[in-house]
């Protein structure tokens, strides 16, 4: 019995081992494919400048959605507040948003992203409600030589049934990547 366990123990251990050594292997290979948006550009069309100091309001739109937004900028503080509305072909033609995410690219007078920050995350919004929105309030933290910003999104959209034929649970995923390396 002693035997049995001794060769247990000394498998569990290898294989732990073999899997701490692949974790470590897909874990490097990994940081090297997802390296962030640092160091990208913002690309020419979506850039909006930041003001240096204040309060401003504006509107992004592209053809999912549309983002009204306010933001007071001092120093390196930014406080952004908005709501986001799905485009009338996503609600027309969909009853969810399975699920959105929306992020805030910062960039120098170049269009060098600097940072990027998360602003909303919404799962399983009903577009056939009355509050088909997402809204968000962030405080953020940004570098002193920011000059511009883009919005950058993900989301996918359903019709909410389930099969893929005449009978609905069909999707879209739907995103914003205005970024070139």
Known sequence: MTKNIRISARSLMTFLLIAAITSAFIGCGAAVLTHGYTGGKIRTGYQIPLMPDGEQTGAYRSDDL???????RKGDELSMAGTVRFGSGTQFNFNYVDYFNLSLL???SQGT???NHAL???SWVNLTGANSQVNFSKNLRIPPDAAVM????TGQAS???SGGDEEGGGNIQFWEYPISR
């Open 150 to 153: 883009a919005f950058t999104y």
């Open 113 to 115: 992203i600097l940072a």
């Open 106 to 108: 910062v960039g120098d």
């Open 120 to 122: 909303a995350s919404a």
């Open 66 to 72: 549309s983002v009204h937004y306010r933001y007071v």
């Open 159 to 161: 019709e909410g049934g």
